[in-house]
């Protein structure tokens, strides 16, 4: 441990993933005692290099917070109080056992949120709960985001996480679709100093062209900027795509073995041409021309697209006509292009050839009967599926909510407020006594980052450069506390009758039956072995790094327990602090499908068979303003907003309103404004500028922090309003389940 200057004397530094955002970047961490007092970004961190952004700079303040709960809650004649670990873990037994036992599983919830992917307790353990309790019931924060894209993926590749992402480091053209990296760091497309990326993209005479509503940061560093109106990139998306196939600039390249229904495409698309979409995208024809004529041209381009072009009414009609435009254009699975990264826990690669291709609707939500989609059902339906009782089953009456806060994330947060009130028993997994968590009956509160170890399982599949990091915790357990692992080990074996186990059984038993499993199959290193003799082999201090050590080692890169003497284990990883770089993405078809064809199905039926709804928007022109949302560079979702380092300044919670439509309605900059929408009201303040477009109002998500029983003394000073509010719940995705959040009609008054 070194020392570092300008701190006291038994100051040291430590390595941490930052876990704030997709970025992942390497952060070294100054640790004074059990304190984090600094944070600057890792110049040896084989990914990020160094960059740091505002919120990492802010962790020292996030892992501090003082607000942060440090022992379990429990409720006691109605109020919830300080517990020890096993009264905890009784009342979580007492209270969800007898309700799957008298009600069945699906009246058992599970609810999952974002941060369950920015920890590594989130990745191993909730899956091994969801076949534990073999509940349907559900519901994460995929719905709320990218579900869109794993449905489009499930049906093009067969494989609903086959996510390809674009090569920033190396691509001539770049199509970004609603999506804001300068303030998000990117989503679906881990690239730390993503802001730099694009910088270099331009300054090595690539071309990047932004499709957003409003003239965002991202926005501004283009060549080219298109306000489209909201809620219709597919339809722009489908005119670029006809306009290839009119204009002849159709060409697969190394594609063309690998795909199948391209006459059929062109047939369905053929009525979407430029000057048919560009009465309801607000673009004019010529500029959609272009847009493909220049997408084809370059001699390497990706379309990219995020929240804006998936929390629409065609989501998963625009996900996948992204992939349609970058496989038309021979730009899928090529340098430049769109590629298929390879993460290092990735399982073994089996080889090429057909797969069980991507099921939907194999299962419906009770009330509204809603598909469910890669084994969930729409958060939008969560409140309706806990307070209405239906002739089919019995309502979710008991919810395990980890690292969720659905009634600020999720539509019609004052219902689900309501809902959650009523349940028989409610536990969370949280660090903070919030908006949701204060309905439970439980709260079990995990440790600050600084304490917890990282891996990204989950965004080094989704990487613009293979590679692998490993960070031990930068600072011990403190008394009292609990591993988040531990905390969900022993969350599995109470909701399961095994209340009291020992809780590293649940990885002795994922482990075996992971090397059972490996054992039998053929493309796998440790074919025809002893699943005994490899769990032998396992090394690490905890659950977690042993699973982490099998994962690398059956993986692609890893040693196939001795197969391969080079290859990747967890001491190897240990032993390089910064990472490992895997270099570069490289081309993977036709490995990655899993299609029954075995080819990249162009046109899959659920996909057609969704085109007359698209087609029937061609005639849409919304008379009345739309909201949309945004976020901060300062923020995260709803749970950021008691650090005071990230609050204030421009990260507050105000209405976007163009000039023209400000005076049309009497807004004064400053002033409240009533904001109606279908599911409630809200009022905020105006803030008027020609950033948004006409006809289109933005708020941020992620406040409204005014409810009583919450402890986030700093983000119920300024609470903002909840935007979720002003929805109903029932604008969905009807393919995916996602929920619309953008385009959303809204009207307004002016209050004063
Ligand atoms: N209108 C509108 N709504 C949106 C969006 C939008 O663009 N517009 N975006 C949507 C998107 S993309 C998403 S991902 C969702 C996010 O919505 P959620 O999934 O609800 O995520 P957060 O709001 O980030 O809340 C996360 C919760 O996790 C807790 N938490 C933080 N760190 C940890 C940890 O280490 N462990 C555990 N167990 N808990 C932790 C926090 O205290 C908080 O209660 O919101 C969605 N809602
Ligand atoms: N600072 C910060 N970073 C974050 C988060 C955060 O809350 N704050 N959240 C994280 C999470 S969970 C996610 S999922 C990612 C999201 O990452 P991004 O998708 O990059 O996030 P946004 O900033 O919401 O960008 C969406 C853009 O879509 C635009 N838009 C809205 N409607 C439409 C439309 O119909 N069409 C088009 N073309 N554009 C539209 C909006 O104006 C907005 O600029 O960010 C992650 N990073
Ligand atoms: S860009 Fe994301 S990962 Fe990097 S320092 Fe900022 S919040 Fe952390
Ligand atoms: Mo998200």
Redesign the pocket.
């Known amino acids: 441990m070194s020392r570092t200057s300008g701190t006291t004397s038994d100051a040291r530094t430590a390595l941490r993933i930052c876990p704030l955002?997709?970025a992942t970047c390497g952060l070294t961490l100054t640790v004074e005692g059990s304190r984090v007092t600094g944070a600057r970004g890792d110049r040896d961190d084989v990914f990020s290099k160094g960059f740091i952004c505002p919120?990492g700079a802010s962790f020292g303040a996030v892992d501090g917070d003082p607000d942060r709960l440090r022992t379990p809650l429990v409720r006691k004649d109605g109020e919830l109080r300080e517990a020890t670990w096993e009264e905890a873990f009784d009342a979580v037994a007492a209270g969800l056992r007898p309700v799957a036992e008298r009600y069945g599983p699906n009246a058992v919830g599970i609810v999952l949120g974002?941060p369950n992917v920015h920890t590594m307790a989130g990745a191993l353990y909730p899956p091994v709960l969801l076949a534990a309790l073999r509940t349907r019931s559900l519901f994460t924060a995929s719905t709320v985001?990218?579900m869109p894209k794993h449905v489009s993926s499930g049906l093009l590749f067969g494989d609903a996480n086959a996510i390809p992402v674009p090569d920033l480091d190396r691509t001539d053209h770049l199509l970004l679709?609603?999506?804001?990296?300068l303030?998000?760091?990117?989503?679906l497309c881990t690239a730390p100093d993503f802001p730099g990326k694009l910088k270099a993209l331009k300054a090595r005479g690539g071309t990047l062209t932004v499709?957003?509503?409003?003239r965002?940061r991202t926005a501004r560093l283009a060549d080219r900027h298109i306000a489209?109106r909201?809620?219709?990139?597919a339809l722009l998306l489908a005119a670029m795509a006809q306009v290839l196939f009119e204009e002849d600039l159709v060409d697969l390249g190394d594609l063309a073995p690998h795909v199948q229904d391209v006459a059929e495409l062109r047939a369905e698309l053929a009525d979407f041409t430029p000057e048919a979409v560009a009465g309801a995208c607000d673009v004019d024809a010529d500029t959609i021309r272009a847009l493909a004529r220049e997408l084809a041209a370059a001699p390497t381009a990706a379309v990219y697209a995020?929240?804006?072009?998936c929390t629409?009414p065609h989501g998963t009609l625009a996900s996948w006509l992204v992939d349609v435009l970058n496989i038309l254009t021979g730009n899928l699975d090529r340098p430049g292009g769109a590629l298929f990264p390879q993460a290092a826990t990735d399982k073994s690669p089996r080889p090429a050839g057909p797969g069980h291709g991507f099921a939907l609707g194999r299962w419906h939500s009770r009330v509204r009967r809603h598909p469910e989609a890669k084994g969930e059902l729409p958060l939008s339906a969560l409140a309706e599926e806990i307070d209405t009782a239906t002739a089919e089953g019995e309502p979710v009456r008991a919810l395990v909510v980890v690292a969720a806060n659905p009634v600020l994330s999720a539509p019609d947060g004052a219902r689900l407020d309501k809902a959650l009130d009523s349940l028989d028993f409610m536990v969370s997994v949280d660090p903070y006594l919030n908006e949701t968590s204060r309905h439970a009956h439980v709260v079990l509160p995990p440790p600050p980052p600084s304490q917890s170890p990282h891996h990204d399982f989950a965004f080094n599949t989704l990487a613009v450069r293979n590679q692998v990091r490993y960070t031990r915790p930068a600072v011990p357990l403190e008394t009292g506390r609990m591993a988040e692992s531990e905390i969900l080990a022993r969350l599995i074996l109470a909701a399961t009758g095994m209340h009291g186990a020992d809780p590293s059984a649940v990885d002795t038993m994922v482990i075996d039956q992971t090397l059972g499993k490996a054992v039998r199959e053929e493309h796998s290193p440790a074919h025809g072995r002893d699943p005994r003799e490899l769990a032998a082999q396992l090394t690490g201090d905890t659950g977690p790094e042993r699973r982490l050590d099998m994962m690398l080692r059956l993986g692609p890169y890893g040693d196939g327990f001795g197969v391969r003497p080079d290859g990747l284990t967890l001491q190897k990883l240990l032993a390089h602090p910064h990472g490992i770089d895997l270099g570069p993405l490289g081309p993977r078809l036709p490995q990655p499908l899993k299609t029954r064809s075995g080819k990249v199905e162009l046109l899959p039926q659920p996909l057609a068979d969704d085109l007359p709804r698209l087609r029937a928007a061609l005639a849409r022109r919304p008379d009345g303003l739309v909201l949309?949302?945004?976020?901060?560079?300062?923020?995260?979702?709803s749970w950021m907003h008691n650090v005071p380092a990230l609050t204030g300044g421009t990260n507050r919670c105000t209405l976007h309103i163009h000039p023209e439509d400000a005076e049309r309605l009497g807004v004064r900059d400053g002033a409240d404004v009533r904001v109606k929408g279908a599911g409630g009201e809200v009022v905020a303040p105006a803030e008027v500028t020609d950033g948004v477009r006409p006809g289109v109002v933005?708020l941020p998500h992620?406040w409204g922090h005014d409810r009583p029983g919450t402890r986030m003394r700093h983000a119920s000073a300024a609470p903002g309003v909840n935007v979720n509010q002003l929805l109903d719940g029932s604008l969905l995705d009807p393919l995916s389940g996602n929920a619309v959040l953008?385009?959303v009609p809204v009207e307004l008054t002016a209050t004063s």
């Open positions: 955002c997709e919120k974002n985001d990218q679709i609603g999506a804001n990296p303030e998000s760091n990117g989503s499709i957003d509503p409003r965002t489209i909201p809620g219709t990139d995020r929240i804006g072009s629409v949309i949302g945004r976020r901060h560079l300062r923020s995260n979702n933005s992620g953008n385009g």
